[in-house]
């Protein structure tokens, strides 16, 4: 576990600068996730998040095993934290009649009392839920949110999206697998909380009248935060805005940065790139907003987007597609980035984290920079 593949001397990426180069470090791998687990499985990442001291979770949604993995940077050890049986079962203990047979785990969070929010969906019904499993030795589930009783829907039907501010959870929806393209709060500490709908699909249509609203279009398909608002991308179809906007907790919705800004800032790099198309995000220990470009053109699909909001007019650098693979040690761009929100922000060790699951390369990795005029040598690799 965690030992630095490649470096390559980039000027584009996390915090880069002319004296600095990117690094990709594999935390942990398919293999030692299976010695941990017992058993072969192949690694599906999920939902990824890292604590205030630079612990490292995220969920692997294996066809055996999907379960809550927590990865300790120091001691360089794995262990799982809970699986999705449990979660099932603290599930079902509430919802015993809408004919759910599963839990399914896909994003991940953590709250600012250090519980781990998790949100997924149910096999068998549709009954999008919310549970909190407490980070300790034995970890008490507790369900946030649940259609209770015969009810077989849930108002999160059709969720994408997670983030957490303080101990309140949101949690976007779409119009193609919910009732409507809509963002939700919900109180992380009470169990079986009702959520609150801050942003409605109305709202959404009245910031992109150009949109057709229809199969999720307007849907936002991913959250994060930057301690005071959250900021999303609305990028979940081919007719998507693929926008960045800002979101108040009161539900005031707008659009902070607009495709065509992020491409033409990409165009001057690369004049092939013509379109974006946003997959997670994320912000860095600037600030910056960190996007997986999973569904653009030119060099930077597949890759990382940097993109500096703290001006009038939004500023975008990037690593292309074929940078992160050679970080890696693939051969061409193939990564799972695209709404796999396999991507968060590590602010103890000012990485980005990141989950792969291509043959050969399954795991959980870091990308961070590396001042090179501290690197004995570095004229030899460079």
Do not use: C
Not at 43 to 61: D, L, M, T, Y
Not at 134 to 142: D, H
Not at 293 to 312: K, M, P, T, W
Not at 358 to 374: I, K, P, Q, R
């Amino acid at each position: 576990m965690n030992k630095t593949l490649f470096t390559l001397a980039l000027a584009t990426g996390l915090g880069a600068t002319a004296a600095m180069a990117q690094t990709v470090t594999e935390l942990t791998t398919e293999a030692e996730i299976n010695v941990v687990l017992g058993g072969s499985d192949d690694f599906r990442p999920s939902g990824s998040a890292v604590s205030a001291v630079g612990e490292v979770f995220f969920i692997n949604r294996g066809p055996a095993n999907e379960v809550l993995m927590r990865y300790t940077p120091g001691s360089d050890t794995l262990e799982v934290i809970a699986d999705a049986d449990a979660m099932f079962a603290a599930i079902d203990a509430v919802n015993t009649d809408n004919g759910a047979t599963a839990f399914n785990p896909r994003q991940l969070e953590i709250a600012a009392d250090g519980d781990l929010i998790v949100l997924g969906f149910a096999s068998g019904a549709t009954a999008d839920a919310v549970v909190s499993v407490s980070n300790s030795t034995s970890p008490t589930i507790t369900v946030v949110y649940a259609p209770v009783g015969a009810a077989t829907d849930s108002v999160l039907d059709g969720s994408n999206g997670l983030t957490v501010l303080g101990n309140t959870a949101y949690v976007t929806v779409d119009q193609a697998n919910g009732s409507e393209n809509a963002v939700f709060s919900i109180d992380t500490n009470t169990a079986l909380a009702t959520p609150n709908k801050i942003v409605a699909g109305t709202d959404m249509a009245t910031l992109f009248p150009a949109i057709t609203d229809t199969a999720g279009n307007l849907a936002i398909n991913d959250l994060t935060t930057d301690g005071t608002d959250l900021l999303g991308i609305v990028s979940n179809t081919a007719d998507a805005p693929d926008a960045i906007v800002r979101i108040t907790t009161a539900g005031v919705i707008s659009e902070e940065v607009p495709a065509s800004e992020v491409i033409a800032d990409l165009a001057a790099i690369d004049a092939s790139v013509t379109d974006v198309g946003y997959g997670a995000i994320t912000l860095d220990g600037t600030g910056r907003v960190v996007l997986a470009n999973g569904f653009g053109d030119g060099s930077f699909d597949e890759g990382f987007l940097f993109v500096d909001i703290s001006g009038a007019t939004s500023s975008t650098t990037g690593l292309t597609g074929d940078e992160l693979a050679a970080l890696i040690g693939l051969t061409s761009p193939d990564l799972p980035l695209v709404r796999s929100d396999t991507i968060s922000y590590d602010n103890t060790n000012m990485r980005l984290i990141f989950g792969h699951d291509a043959t050969g390369f399954e795991g959980m990795y870091a990308l961070e920079s590396v001042n090179t005029a501290d690197v004995e040598g570095w004229d030899l690799y460079n």
